[in-house]
């Protein structure tokens, strides 16, 4: 019973996480972070 208890739990957190991720307000927060790595590469060069 307790595995079937955790799978049920780690679906549902992995629903809400989809939910919390596709949210329309979150996309500026989200590409903000994929800029990350080359904004921080042009910073080294300068």
Known sequence: MIPGLITAFLLVLFIVGC????????????????RMPLDDDKEERA
Request: aromatic letters at 6%; glycine letters at 6%; proline letters at 12%.
């Open 19 to 34: 939910i919390l991720l596709w949210r329309p307000g979150v996309k500026p927060v989200l590409d903000a972070a994929a």
